[in-house]
Nanobody
Framework: QVQLVESGGGLVQAGDSLRLSCAAS????????MGWFRQAPGKEREFVAS????????GYADSVKGRFTISRDNAKNMVHLQMNSLKPEDTAVYYC???????????????????WGQGTQVTVSS
């Protein structure tokens, strides 16, 4: 059974940093794109960042570009999201996602992903 478990969320002040981690189990995703999405109350789930299986390609939402960095450790079957210069508008539940099919690219749509974690809350106070 595939499981994705996020960790690292919390309550921080604007300008602070957080590092989210996602641990995958049940299968390896070293050849699969993985991503981070977020969902604020009353809003749809939105793309944050994605990384290809090898880690050679990555993409970001415009709202986080230059502040967030996605990385992966295939030996540990993990993906991370380093979030710097956090803003109140970054407040949301953050979800880790993994794609079933092998690919050398990254993906930005919710429907591109087959596996999801339960999410971790990030709250940024002003």
């Amino acid at each position: 059974q595939v499981q994705l478990v996020e960790s690292g969320g919390g309550l921080v002040q604007a300008g602070d940093s957080l590092r989210l981690s996602c641990a995958a189990s049940g299968r390896t995703f070293s050849n699969n794109a993985m991503g981070w999405f977020r969902q604020a109350p009353g809003k749809e789930r939105e793309f944050v960042a994605s990384i290809s299986g090898s880690g050679g390609r990555s993409g970001y939402a415009d709202s986080v570009k230059g502040r967030f960095t996605i990385s992966r450790d295939n030996a540990k079957n993990m993906v991370h999201l380093q979030m710097n210069s956090l803003k109140p508008e970054d407040t949301a539940v953050y979800y880790c996602a993994a794609r079933e099919i092998y690919s050398s690219y990254y993906y930005t749509r919710v429907l591109d992903y087959n596996y999801w974690g339960q999410g971790t809350q990030v709250t940024v106070s002003s």
